[in-house]
């Protein structure tokens, strides 16, 4: 499955204030910008629209499930083709010539829309961000060392690079891992915020991901998820300290507060990790469990043995 990982940065223009998460907030600002310069029928939501199956916006920002898709069937929409992972700091306050960065990663198709991700970038600058609106540039989105567009000029300079990820064979034999959770993670195991994290649970809802997103977006894995599942019980938790963080955002979609919650912190795990440790490496950079589209549940595989 293809993948591209860039670096946006904006330089500030206003005293702005922001909240110490951003995620939602540079999704939401994002999607309307996008809807702004791609939608023809504002006024219609996109399960009405004729073009649903057609239209930038309706695939990158609500991703509705192909005709013909033999799994999700009790499902309209399929998971996101694109994650925004925001500043990893927890600054709210930004001055006139600060740098705000976030990352963005395209997965498959996506990549060939990187202009209008450009364009809403730009759109959501002008518009401005947080109480008041303040505004922004867009600065660049570079890929590594590599300058993809610059602001100065609005052009394109170099082709993203794309990566590849693929199912590896383990090199070696791995006993024990730790898993260290950098944004909040919401999986929800019998209908629960899943505190305790034993690995069955984790795994399982990162097979369930990693699964989805290559069916979708390449080619079905061709593996056994009921097995592997199983096999993943037997998993043992060595430790687990996570603590519950609570937080709300507006969504303009929805027009009201959404309320929150998840869990940071780390754990570790033992057992015969060998088999999961593809899986899991290919998690890092496709993030697990629910809010993913703005930066929720990523995490740092660490192998201790």
């Known amino acids: 499955m293809k993948i591209a990982q860039l670096e946006v940065k904006f330089k500030v223009l206003e005293d702005l204030k922001l909240?110490?998460?951003?995620?939602?907030?540079?999704?939401?600002?994002f999607g309307a910008a996008l809807r702004k310069i791609s939608c023809p029928f504002k006024d219609k939501e996109c399960n009405e629209c004729l073009l649903i199956n057609k239209c930038v916006y309706s695939f990158i920002f609500e991703t509705p499930k192909p005709e013909g898709a033999k799994i999700m069937r009790k499902y309209k929409n399929v998971p996101h083709p694109f994650i925004i992972e925001p500043p990893t700091n927890n600054n709210t306050h930004f001055h006139p010539n600060d740098t705000i960065l976030f990352k963005l990663i395209l997965i498959g198709k996506a990549i060939d829309f990187l202009p209008y991700f450009l364009y809403a970038f730009e759109l959501m600058a002008?518009?401005?961000?947080?109480?008041?609106?303040?505004?922004?540039?867009?600065?660049?989105?570079?890929?590594?060392?590599?300058?993809?567009?610059?602001?100065?000029?609005?052009?394109?300079?170099?082709?993203?690079?794309?990566?590849?990820?693929?199912?590896?064979k383990p090199k070696k034999v791995v006993k024990k891992i730790e898993v260290?959770?950098?944004?909040?993670?919401?999986?929800?195991?019998?209908?629960?915020?899943?505190?305790?994290?034993?690995?069955?649970?984790?795994?399982?809802?990162l097979l369930r991901r990693i699964?989805?997103?290559?069916?979708?977006?390449?080619?079905?894995?061709?593996?056994?998820?009921?097995?592997?599942?199983?096999?993943?019980?037997d998993i043992k938790t060595i430790s687990a300290n996570f603590k519950r963080v609570n937080w709300h955002y507006y969504s303009f979609?929805?027009?009201?507060?959404?309320?929150?919650?998840?869990?940071?912190?780390?754990?570790?795990?033992?057992?015969?990790l060998t088999p999961f440790i593809p899986y899991l490496k290919i998690g890092e950079k496709l993030h697990v469990g629910k809010g993913t589209a703005f930066g929720l549940g990523k995490y740092k595989l660490k192998i201790l043995g």
């Open 211 to 233: 699964g989805l997103l290559f069916y979708f977006y390449d080619k079905p894995l061709a593996i056994d998820f009921k097995q592997f599942i199983n096999k993943a019980k």
């Open 180 to 205: 260290n959770f950098l944004t909040p993670l919401r999986i929800f195991y019998e209908s629960r915020l899943a505190e305790g994290l034993e690995f069955h649970i984790f795994f399982r809802s």
């Open 126 to 168: 002008e518009k401005g961000l947080g109480k008041g609106q303040k505004k922004l540039i867009l600065s660049s989105i570079n890929q590594g060392k590599n300058i993809i567009y610059d602001g100065k000029d609005k052009l394109i300079k170099k082709e993203v690079k794309e990566k590849i990820l693929k199912i590896e």
């Open 253 to 272: 979609r929805q027009k009201r507060l959404i309320k929150m919650e998840g869990l940071i912190g780390k754990a570790i795990y033992s057992g015969n």
């Open 19 to 29: 909240p110490p998460y951003k995620g939602p907030l540079i999704r939401n600002a």
